[in-house]
Nanobody, 121 residues
Framework: QVQLVESGGGLVQPGGSLRLSCAASGRTFSNYAMGWFRQASGREPEFVAAVTYSGESTTYADSVKGRFSISRDNAKNTLYLQMNSLKPEDTAVYYC??????????????WGQGTQVTVSS
């Protein structure tokens, strides 16, 4: 299994930007699709974005399209989520996840513990 540790969360004003990172270890990072999910207080977890093992294909939730960008650096075993034009409704705990294979049409195999993102003026 892969171990995942998120970082980069914090407090940002509406319209601001933030970049989250997810450091992976424990297995060959480049073999697996990676994704970001989030959970707002009192709500169910929701999908945010995912990227294939090669980084050549990405997908996004409608709520973040055009504002968020997922990427990965396989040489550094790190996943990123660049968040721009942040809105208060983006406030949530953000989790990175490793899928069970290289494409994101698969089940999640491992989860990180999450990092808090708060968007407020």
């Amino acid at each position: 299994q892969v171990q995942l540790v998120e970082s980069g969360g914090g407090l940002v004003q509406p319209g601001g930007s933030l970049r989250l990172s997810c450091a992976a270890s424990g297995r060959t990072f480049s073999n697996y699709a990676m994704g970001w999910f989030r959970q707002a207080s009192g709500r169910e977890p929701e999908f945010v974005a995912a990227v294939t093992y090669s980084g050549e294909s990405t997908t996004y939730a409608d709520s973040v399209k055009g504002r968020f960008s997922i990427s990965r650096d396989n040489a550094k075993n790190t996943l990123y989520l660049q968040m721009n034009s942040l809105k208060p409704e983006d406030t949530a705990v953000y989790y990175c996840a490793a899928y069970q294979r290289g494409d994101y049409d698969a089940r999640i195999g491992s989860w990180g513990q999450g990092t808090q993102v708060t968007v407020s003026s």
